[in-house]
């Protein structure tokens, strides 16, 4: 198959045969995702906060936007409540309307929401140095305070509304990273098994991790480990002889014997 070619400054340039045109875009924006982080990292505290700021709050009233359009402006068949109702009917009309706005509105107050927060996280992390359920917390109950304010979601007292909002967030988001933080970390029998997987992975034996849990044949034990202990997890002979080899070519293992 003949190669594409592609002129630049006069000269000739082959370009790789079959090359799919969405693969080389996500690899160019991967590049310059990268570049921009790197620069990012580079800046001050109050540029790098202003610019993630800003790209965050675009990308929120994106969603939004689109979120708006979906909803078809529902707040404009909403039943307004009749005169003289009471300040609960007045704040549960608010309430509606915050939440059912048309693409401007919900552009309006994603923008808020996800500005403020990715705002307050970057902030956080650059002065704490790391990222935890603390800074979460912070970012997240920053963010329904703002949402709160600027949606006009809630009764006439705003102060007391923008916290109540803050509170509820912060603890969503507090709920949602424990969550995240227990289902990603392995379990704790996986943790006696990481060496164990390592050797067997590089020996193209993974299979076999299943044999060496059954036989409590843990991380510990690798050293120890013996023609009969592999035979008693039922591991054929031409694995054995590679698992055996593995332990007496490692000056580590060899230590601990």
């Known amino acids: 198959m003949m190669e594409g070619r592609k002129q630049e400054g006069g000269t000739m340039v082959l370009m790789p045969p079959n090359s799919n045109p969405i693969t080389v875009l996500q690899t160019k924006y991967k590049e310059l995702e990268v570049g921009f982080r790197g620069w990012l990292t580079k800046q001050s505290l109050p540029v790098e906060a202003a610019v993630v700021t800003i790209t965050s709050s675009i990308q929120g009233a994106a969603i939004g936007g689109f979120m708006g359009t979906l909803t078809n402006d529902a707040s404009s068949v909403l039943p307004t409540p009749p005169a003289g109702a009471g300040s609960q009917a007045m704040a549960s009309f608010q309430q509606a309307q915050a939440l059912s706005g048309g693409p401007l509105v919900q552009a309006r107050n994603f923008a808020v929401m996800t500005g403020v927060n990715a705002g307050i996280s970057c902030v956080m992390k650059r002065i704490r140095g790391k990222e935890d359920v603390q800074t979460s917390m912070v970012a997240a109950f920053g963010s329904g305070a703002m949402f709160s304010l600027v949606s006009g979601m809630g009764g006439p007292n705003m102060a007391t509304n ?79 002889l590679l698992i055996l080899d593995h332990i007496r070519s490692d000056p580590e293992l060899q230590k601990k014997r």
């Open 162 to 240: 923008a916290v109540t909002s803050g509170v509820f967030f912060a603890l969503v988001q507090g709920g949602l990273f424990q969550l995240g933080q227990k289902f990603s970390q392995p379990p704790v029998e996986d943790t006696f098994y990481t060496r164990t997987r390592g050797m067997l992975s590089n020996l193209g034996l993974q299979n076999y991790e299943k044999n060496f849990k059954k036989g409590l044949l843990t991380d510990s034990t690798i050293p120890l480990l013996t023609d009969s202990a592999l035979r008693d997890v039922r591991i054929p002979p031409g694995p054995r």
